[in-house]
């Protein structure tokens, strides 16, 4: 078994992946997508499915590694959000080599503050995080961390 991707829908893949690129690296990995037809219908369990958007290479994983996908339905009139279309998610979490100058870059490329930025050492572990929580364009929560010693894998 191995971790794929997560999925976050916004009414603007476009302007989202902009910014994850401006403020994480991220890069898109082809191809974009354009999923329609028969077989999505039956896939996303409505009758006129329909999403573009693009998959984003994580930041520190190699070629093929995890990504984040950025959707945006065409919902047919009438048919209500649900679960695969819908919203939806408590935050994603990105280790950075600084914490502070990450969130100015959010805020400078229409991100915006949840809170400030803190820190807390852990006895247990010997380790002082320092994190914020800040909103994305579309106002999904990414929390921005960083381990004095600089290990992203905690």
Known sequence: MIYTHTNINTPDWE????FYEAVFDMEIVPPLRDLHGDWFEAAAGFKGAHVKGAHMALPG???GGPTIEFFTWEIPDGTPANNINGGGMGHIAIAVDNVEETYEKV???GGSACGSI???????????????YAKDPDG???EIQRWDDGDITK
């Open 15 to 18: 302007k989202l992946t902009k």
């Open 61 to 63: 994983y190699p070629q």
């Open 107 to 109: 805020k400078a490329n």
């Open 118 to 132: 803190a820190k807390h050492y852990y006895e247990t572990k010997g380790q002082t995080l320092t994190l914020v």
């Open 140 to 142: 999904n929560v990414i």
